[in-house]
Structures are given as C-alpha cells and as structure tokens.
C-alpha cells in the first residue's frame, strides 16, 4: 500500500491465532502506516463500519454470526466503497471465488499467507478498487448524459397507424412526423431479432388487444429511415377513450447502443487492467487453469514468465507517475511483440508482469521468449520527447515440473523472478526447488532488517583517508556493519541490496548518516582532530524527495558544521536526470557540504558532465588498486584518471590501497588521499578515536614524477 499516509484497516476475524499471525506479519514488515482495528464479529465490524471510515477489510468467511457469502454481502452493505480482501481455508477456496464475483477484491487462503503476499494482495486490492471507483464515476457521467437525452415516443391510432412522433422518435427513425404520420407503425418502426436476424411482427396488435403494456423482445434492432441499425428497448401501452376502450398505443422507445456497450466494457473492465488493458489476476488464472487441461490433454507444456522491472519505483518517484504510467504502457506492448497471439500477457499491478506461455514443446522455448523479452524491454522508451531506459528480471516455471495449478506456477516463478534479481538484474532464471530456501532465506533477512533498527543492532565502522603528501588523517569513511543475533556478522552485500528493493534503505540510509555525523561532532567535541566524515548515498536516497531536507534537518540535530560532511555518490547516480541532479548538488554545496564520486571509473559518466557537476573530489574504485604497480594498462587508467582530476581542479582520492608500493605509486603521481588496508581497516569509534590521536601515519618520501606530457593532452580534452 502506498506510503506516506496512514492506512485505516479494519480485521474481521474470530481466530485470535489468525489474528495474532496477521497483526505480526503487519509488524513485522514495518507497517507503520497501517492502523489496524481488530474485531472477532460481523456484527461488531458493522458497529466499527457505520462510526469510522476504513480503506481496506480484511473478512473471514467463517465468523460466528456470517458465513460465507452473507459475510461478504453484509460488509459489502456496511461499506460498499471499501475494498474488501476475504480470509479462507484450503477446503472452500470456490467460495472465496464467489466472493469475488460479490465485490471482494482479493482472497487469501490461511495456512498459506506470507508477509510479501499479504502487503501486496492489500496493495492491489486498494488499487483495482481505486480503479473501480473511476470506472464508477465516468458510468456514472454517461449514465447522466443518457437521462438527459429524451427518450423517442410514438403515438398510434387503434389501426395502428402512426398519429404522433416527438423530436427524439423523428431523430432516431428518421421520418418527420409530417411524413410519418398515417402511415402503418411497421413502415416506421421496422424492428427485428438481433439474434437470428428475423423480422419481428409490431407488438402494437397484440398491446391494444391485450390493453396490457407489451415489451419487445431483448435484443431487438430498429432499422432506420436510411437503412442503419440501431439496438432498442421500449415500452408499450394502450391508449384508452373516455369509455376506458383501447383506441390506440403509445412506444416509448430508446437507443440502447451506449448502454450495451458499457456493459460490454464493465465486463472487460473487470478481467483487465486499467492502466494497460492487458489481462488482469483474475483472468490470467482462470486462462492458466484453461492452458493446463490443454497441456493435460495434448501432452504439451506450459511456461509462466514473471517480470519485474528493475529501478522502476526510481524512475516513477523522479519523473513523475505520469511518466510511469506511460512507461508501463510502452514496455506492455514490447512484451506483447515478443509472445504469440495465442499467449497471454496480464499486468499484477505496479510493475510486475506475467507472460502465460500455453502448449510450449520444451523448457527451452520460454527461455527464447524470455531472451526476447529481455532486449526488447531494454531498448529505449521515447517517453515525451526523452528516451527512458529500463530493464527487467524474469522468473520462469513450467507446468508439470514446477507446478500443476495456477497459484503454484505463479508463486514459483516469482521466486525464480527474486532469484534473477540476486544475479545481477537484467536476467532471467529457471525456477527450482532449492530456490525456495534462498527465498525463505532472503524474507528471514528482510524481516530481520526491519527489526535490526530498533534492536540496534546496526552499527558503523571508519576507515580513515591519508593525505598522502603529509601522513595526515583527514577524514573517514562510514561504512554500516550488521550483527544479526543468530546469524552473527553478515556483509553488507549481503543485506543492502535487499534493503533497496524492500524500501528499508531509505530509514537505514537516515540512521547512517545521523550516527556517522553525531559521531564525528562528539570527536570534535571530545577535542580530537577535527576531520570530514564521508557518507555513501545510494541511488533510492539520492532520489527520494525528502532527500535534501532530511540531510540539513540531521546536520541541525547533530551540530554538526556541514562542512565536515562529504556525501559521496556513484557515477551512475549522478548520470540518471542529470539536470535535477546538479539542482541538488548545487543545493547541497550552497550550504558547505563537500561531494565525491565514489567507484570512479567503474560506470559510464561523461568527463564533460562531471566538468559541468558541483563536486569536489574523485574516488578512484579499488578494482584499479590490484594491479597498478605490475600492468601497465592499469598504470596508465590510473595515471589518466589522476591527471584528468587534477585537470578539473577536484581532490583525488584512491581506495583499497593494501600495499606500499601502491602508496608510493599514488604519492608519486601526487594523488591526494588514499584509504585501504595499508593504512587501516575499518575501525569501531572507540578504536577510530585512538588511530585519530596519532593524528597520522609515517609515510615514506617519493618524489613526484614529472607530469606525462600525453596524459595532459588527454585531460585537456575534458
């Protein structure tokens, strides 16, 4: 569900078990903005439903006072806006189908609910009710403009002959009255079956006769003046005399084409997505479950592809969710190029896909598809004049092998989807059953994280900077270390990127820098040396909109001078929106806090773009450190990169420095500063604090080389 705002949900569950399990699973995942209301009846849930607005029910169908589909239809009256999202057991799943089919938006089967499946199953529910509170409104205008249209009324005499027609009968028959009148009904009113095409005799006959009022048959089409169709529906009733004999009827009539056609869009509407009018969940499973008796019956395979974009949520919270809408669009119809008409491809909501693949031969196929997928998404999206680039990660099963029912396949391929991720985004894997304890395994360390904040179990260890001309500690880098209380020590490799894609690095990146800068004050404090404490930012912080806000508001809590901080940021951050991102950058130095560009060299920046950035130092990535004294194609890049800095008039700065003779080779070159194992390893404060003391490190004495002539041509150029 969407963040930001408080979410209201009210729980409808005798089970106090059940209860318990959801409300950890809320809190568990960090659901801070879901305020959950907890009853054990429908009754009591009516109480709740007529005194607060809710946005989201959370029903069992086996309350002690509603069963099954009274339920439903009890919360349906207490709240009928409020989407509904209904609770079953294994053994009465059809019911849950006909919940659906009653207005809930969404089931879940107990004994089978994880945390991601419920947050996201309440997610979309939110959304397709969203979507059907549109869908409401704009029938609700057409609905409007059909009343204000007059309905076409004809009057006849007790022959049947045409005595009268309103402006409305004139439009819709075609005939003017002046024409029209004396002249048989069936000559003006010529109607027949839609269904076999006959000609239907006038009910007129039959009503007067009758005196009763008459309909015609459903279905019915009036063949106008010149020819055209129309779809009507009327109303017949006799005319009486003064003596209450029939001498005559009156046809009230209406164009019902509107009407039909909306019908026929609610039903599309309720199998489709609204966005990009693919298929929606409900009409995936019900063709999954369709593909499979087929699979059964011809010996064929079928293939389920899940997609999830990479970096999406980035590119929809920096450009706007108009940009992202549109983008979903465009990468709809790439996938919809590379599948069969035969296959199917449904949006899940936000921005993940799946791709039913039906009567596949072999495994490998959907592997085809699924490279297909892969280059055609990847390709640039011209989005408004600008081209967007994105790529996707897909998960692949296969019925039988992986599944032999549409829940099974899709929960599947999600978690081979996760698994892609894992490897590098931009990939596709096949689902096996191993994966579901990686899966298990990676849902453990998300749940952890979410605990690790108020368990305090994150904490941060410096690594200093040498100024490499003097010896002289001039700052320290703040790098986050985990201690899980089972799992013991684990790498940040291992918990960022699951930060990243569950939003938690947003609340672990705040923390970081609050503690790295009231660190650093209280060292000053302390009256150690004062230095600059560098922080990483990544990609998500860097993006979200509260960004420069929160850095100044963490400064004004801590202290600290802003000058004694450096954010540092990667290439490929710095590339992405490169107008706002200098906006930002300008921002932030405005008010005295240093920038670098961490991993130098490893991306793909512009030298001309970092020319044009407000930044104040380089840090060359310690993938170059390894082989600079030995490769001269290393030597020369780093060499490059040194003067091409210097040329921009930035601090140089090199990681990973392990050995001497990679120090002299620095010094040499006069590099600025340098970080590594050489120096020091990352330190805890209280062991930072004794290195700082020293104030520095004994360096040994290089000379500087003369500058390369060729490497000032090179930087010249930038």
Request: net charge negative; proline share 4%; hydrophobic share 40%.
């Amino acid at each position: 569900m969407r963040s930001g705002s408080n979410k209201r949900l009210l729980l409808v569950e005798d089970n106090p078990g059940d209860a318990r399990l959801l409300r950890e699973m809320l809190s568990d995942e960090g659901a801070h903005n879901i305020d959950l209301t907890h009853v054990e009846s429908m009754t009591q849930g009516e109480v709740h439903l007529s005194g607060k607005v809710f946005d989201l029910i959370l029903l069992d169908l086996g309350l002690p006072d509603a069963q099954g589909l009274d339920a439903v239809r009890r919360a349906h009256i207490a709240a009928p806006r409020v989407p509904l999202v209904v609770l079953t057991g294994l053994d009465d799943e059809s019911m849950a189908s006909q919940a659906l089919k009653e207005g809930a938006q969404d089931y879940l089967i107990k004994g089978q609910i994880e945390t991601r499946g419920l947050l996201r199953a309440l997610r979309y529910s939110v959304e397709r009710k969203n979507m059907e509170e549109a869908l409401f409104v704009e029938r609700e205008l057409a609905q409007i403009t059909l009343n204000c249209i007059g309905d076409a009324v004809a009057c006849t005499d007790s022959l049947g002959n045409v005595t009268f027609l309103n402006l409305a009968a004139e439009k819709m028959t075609g005939w003017p009255l002046r024409e029209a009148s004396g002249r048989p009904v069936e000559d003006i009113f010529s109607i027949f079956d839609a269904t076999n095409r006959r000609v239907l005799p006038s009910p007129l006959e039959a009503t007067v006769g009758k005196n009763r009022t008459g309909h015609l048959p459903p279905n019915c089409i009036l063949v106008r003046r010149d020819g055209s169709e129309i779809p009507i529906e009327d109303s017949i009733a006799a005319i009486h005399d003064r003596d209450g004999v029939p001498c005559g009827a009156v046809t009230i009539f209406r164009d019902v084409s509107i009407a039909r056609a909306m019908a026929v869009e609610k039903a599309h509407a309720a199998e489709h997505d609204f966005l990009t009018g693919l298929p929606n969940r409900m009409l995936l499973n019900d063709r999954i479950s369709q593909a499979i008796e087929l699979g059964k019956r011809h010996g064929k395979r079928v293939a389920l592809l899940f997609l999830d974009l990479d970096g999406f949520k980035h590119t929809n919270d920096s450009l706007g969710h108009p940009v992202g809408d549109m983008l979903l669009k465009s990468v709809s119809k790439r996938i919809l190029r590379c599948v069969r008409v035969s296959d199917t491809v449904s949006r899940q909501g936000g921005d993940e896909f799946v791709v039913l693949l039906s009567e596949v031969e072999k495994a490998e196929d959907a592997a085809i598809t699924a490279g297909r997928i892969l280059e055609a998404v990847a390709e640039a999206h011209s989005i408004g004049g600008d081209d967007l680039h994105v790529t996707t990660s897909i998960g692949l099963s296969v019925y039988p092998d992986d599944g032999e029912d549409a829940e099974t396949l899709i929960k599947n391929a999600d978690t081979a989807m996760y698994q892609a991720k894992d490897n590098g985004r931009q990939t596709y894997r096949f689902f096996k059953p191993d994966m579901n304890v990686r899966a298990v395994e990676r849902q453990s360390i998300e749940e952890s994280l979410r605990r690790a904040l108020q368990g305090q179990e994150f904490a941060l260890h410096y690594q200093p900077k040498v100024n490499l001309r003097t010896g002289e500690i001039t700052g320290a880098e703040a790098l986050i270390r985990w201690t899980h209380p089972i799992r013991g020590p684990l790498s940040p490799d291992r918990f960022i990127p699951i930060a990243e894609d569950c939003g938690l690095i947003l609340p672990i990146g705040r923390w970081v820098l609050r503690e790295a800068c009231r660190q650093t004050k209280a060292w000053a404090d302390a009256g150690l040396p004062v230095i600059t404490i560098a922080v990483n930012i990544s990609a998500i912080e860097f993006r979200d909109e509260n960004f420069l806000d929160g850095v100044f508001n963490i400064l004004k809590e801590t202290g600290l001078d802003p000058k004694l901080l450096e954010l540092e940021l990667t290439e490929s951050v710095l590339m992405k929106g490169a107008d706002s991102t200098e906006m930002a950058l300008k921002t932030l130095r405005k008010r005295g806090i240093q920038l670098a560009v961490d991993d130098f060299g490893t991306g793909y920046s512009s030298l001309s773009y970092l020319r044009k950035f407000s930044i104040d130092a380089l840090k060359i990535d310690q993938s170059f450190m390894t082989q600079i004294t030995a490769t001269p194609e290393e030597t020369t890049i780093v060499t490059a990169m040194i003067s091409m800095g210097r040329s921009l008039k930035l601090r140089i700065v090199a990681e990973g420095v392990e050995t001497q003779e990679q120090a002299a080779f620095l010094q040499a070159h006069q590099c600025d500063e340098a970080q590594g194992y050489y120096f020091s390893r990352p330190l805890p404060p209280e062991r930072f604090a004794t290195l700082l003391e020293a104030r520095s490190f004994q360096l040994v004495e290089v000379p500087a080389l003369p500058a390369d002539p060729a490497l000032k041509v090179i930087a010249s150029r930038y």
